[in-house]
C-alpha cells in the first residue's frame, strides 16, 4: 500500500554532514506525521526527529542544534540533514510515517527500511 524509500546515508568523519532523503508512495490520502528513528547496535530504537503535517517539528535533546527534520508535502519526502556529526550518531536511521490510506479512514504506521550513517575518522 505505502512504501517509505530512505537515501542518503554513508561514511563521514566526525564533525562533517549528511542529508537523509526518505519518499513515501502508494495509495496515500494524507501523511499526518513523518520522521526519523535510529537504532545503533545493542541499543533501543530512538525517535531522532519528528514533523508534523501543519510544520511542526521536535527532536531529541541529543541532536538539537545539529539535525533539521523539513518535509516537502507535495512530494511526501522528508529530509534529515546532519551537522556536527559525531561517533555516537552511528546508527541504522529509519523513516516513520503516520499515513491515511485511500480511501481515507484510519491512519496507520509504515517504516522505511533503513540506511546505515556511519561516523568514524
Known amino acids: 500500500q505505502v512504501q517509505l524509500v530512505e537515501s542518503g546515508g554513508g561514511l563521514v568523519q566526525p564533525g562533517g554532514s549528511l542529508r537523509l532523503s526518505c519518499a513515501a508512495s502508494?495509495?496515500?490520502?494524507?501523511?499526518?506525521?513523518m520522521g526519523w528513528y535510529r537504532q545503533a547496535p545493542g541499543k533501543h530504537r530512538e525517535l531522532v526527529a519528528t514533523?508534523?503535517?501543519?510544520?511542526?517539528?521536535d527532536y531529541v535533546d541529543s541532536v538539537k542544534g545539529r539535525f533539521t527534520i523539513s518535509r516537502d508535502n507535495a512530494k511526501n519526502t522528508v529530509y534529515l540533514q546532519m551537522n556536527s556529526l559525531k561517533p555516537e550518531d552511528t546508527a541504522v536511521y529509519i523513516c516513520?510515517?503516520?499515513?491515511?490510506?485511500?480511501?481515507?479512514?484510519?491512519?496507520?504506521?509504515?517504516w522505511g527500511q533503513g540506511t546505515q550513517v556511519t561516523v568514524s575518522s
Open positions: 514533523t508534523t503535517s501543519g510544520g511542526s517539528t
Open positions: 516513520h510515517a503516520i499515513v491515511v490510506v485511500n480511501p481515507p479512514s484510519y491512519e496507520y504506521d509504515y
Open positions: 502508494g495509495s496515500i490520502f494524507s501523511i499526518n506525521a
